[in-house]
C-alpha cells in the first residue's frame, strides 16, 4: 500500500504520530495569523537565562521558536546570561563565587571566566542551535562596535559594570540583513576594560535603545504571582506604577525586585511592553506571541490600558508576592 493508497484519517481525529488533527492545527494558524500581521517588522528583544541553556531539548526549542519569529517576518536579538554555567567552570578551577544583591563580585580572574563562557561558550552555542535552520544568527558582546559601554560604580564588586550607553547600530545593521544578533553580556569602559554586566539589566537597555516591541525575559517562573504558590494568581497585566508601589511597600522582595526592576527599565527607556514568561515550558514564546490567551506577566507604561487582569479575571488591587528567582 503506497501513501495515496493508505486509508483516509477521520475528521477531528489526530494524524498519527504528529498528536493533533489538521482542524488543531488550522486553528492554531488561524489564530496566530493576526499577531502575525501585528508583530511584522516588530524588534523582540529575548533575554534567555543560563539555568536553561544547560538543558539540550529547551535550547534546542528556544532556537526554533527564534528562527519562527524571524521566519514571519519579526526581529528577534537574543540577550543571554550565563551563571551556572560560569559557577561550573569557576569551581573545577577551585575557585568560588561571592554574590552581593544578586551581582557577581568579579575579580580579574573571574572576569576572564565570564569572557571565555559568556563570550566564547554560551553565545556559541546558542549561535549554533540557531544556525541550524539556516546561517540567521550571529554572536556579538558589548564590547563589538561599541555596544555597551559601562562604567565602575560599585568598587566593591570588582569589575562589575553598570551601563551608561548603549551604541545600537551595529544591531540595527544586522537587523537590516535579517540577521539574528546574539549578544554576551560583557560591556567596556570607554578606556577599554572589560566589565561583566548583568544580563537582565543587557537586554532592558538594548531594548530601549531599539525602542523594541517586547522585551521578553524568559526565567524559570511563571512571571508575577499574587500567591507563590498557587500559578493560577498569575498577574497578566500590570503597570510601571503598580510595580513602584508593590516594591516600595516590600509586598514584591527579594530576587523577583530584579526581574521586576529590569522589566520597567526596559519599558522606561522606550520598549512598548516587557514580559516576564517561564523558559521552562516549550515554545513559550510562541504562546506568548501568537496566541489569544498568552502567558505569563506583561509590563505596560502607565498611560497603557490601567487594567491589571490576573489568572482569575481583573483585579483592581493585587497583592503581590515574589514569584521566585533564577
Do not use: W
Not at 569589575?159 to 560591556?187: H, K, W, Y
Not at 522585551?215 to 500567591?227: E, R
Request: with cysteine.
Amino acid at each position: 500500500m503506497t501513501a495515496l493508497d493508505s486509508p483516509a484519517t477521520p475528521a477531528g481525529a489526530a494524524v498519527p504520530g504528529r498528536g493533533y488533527s489538521p482542524e488543531d492545527r488550522a486553528r492554531a494558524l488561524v489564530e496566530a495569523l493576526p499577531y502575525i500581521q501585528r508583530f511584522r517588522g516588530a524588534i523582540v528583544v529575548v533575554k534567555m537565562g543560563g539555568n536553561a541553556m544547560g538543558d539540550d531539548e529547551s535550547a534546542r526549542t528556544f532556537a526554533e521558536d527564534i528562527v519562527m519569529l524571524r521566519s514571519v517576518g519579526m526581529k528577534p536579538v537574543v540577550v543571554h546570561g550565563g551563571g551556572p554555567q560560569i559557577d561550573d567552570l569557576l569551581r573545577r578551577l577551585g575557585k568560588t563565587s561571592e554574590f552581593v544583591n544578586g551581582l557577581r563580585v568579579t575579580d580579574a580572574e573571574t572576569l576572564e571566566v565570564a569572557r571565555m563562557v559568556l563570550v566564547g561558550k554560551v553565545g556559541r552555542d546558542i549561535v549554533g542551535q540557531i544556525n541550524v535552520h539556516g546561517a540567521y544568527a550571529v554572536g556579538l558582546s558589548g564590547e563589538d562596535g561599541n555596544l555597551i559601554t559601562a562604567e565602575i560604580r560599585q568598587p566593591e564588586l570588582g569589575f562589575v559594570g553598570e551601563i551608561t550607553v548603549v551604541n545600537p547600530g551595529i544591531i540595527q545593521r544586522l537587523l537590516a540583513e535579517d540577521m539574528i544578533p546574539v549578544i554576551s553580556s560583557i560591556g567596556t569602559t570607554v578606556g577599554g576594560q572589560a566589565l561583566n554586566i548583568n544580563a537582565d539589566t543587557v537586554a532592558g537597555a538594548v531594548g530601549g535603545a531599539l525602542g523594541a516591541e517586547k522585551v521578553i525575559y524568559l526565567t524559570n517562573v511563571p512571571g508575577l504571582l499574587t500567591d507563590v504558590d498557587d500559578p493560577s494568581t498569575l498577574v497578566a497585566r500590570v503597570t510601571l506604577a503598580d510595580l513602584d508601589a508593590a516594591i516600595a511597600d516590600g509586598t514584591i522582595s527579594g530576587g523577583m525586585v530584579p526581574k521586576v526592576a529590569s522589566c520597567m527599565h526596559a519599558v522606561r527607556a522606550g520598549a512598548v511592553s516587557a514580559h516576564m514568561l517561564d523558559g521552562r515550558i516549550p515554545h513559550v514564546l510562541l504562546l506568548e506571541l501568537f496566541t489569544d490567551a498568552g502567558i505569563g506577566t506583561m509590563v505596560v507604561a502607565d498611560h497603557a490600558d490601567s487594567a491589571v487582569v490576573s489568572g482569575q479575571g481583573d483585579s483592581e488591587d493585587p497583592t503581590m508576592t515574589p514569584g521566585g528567582t533564577e
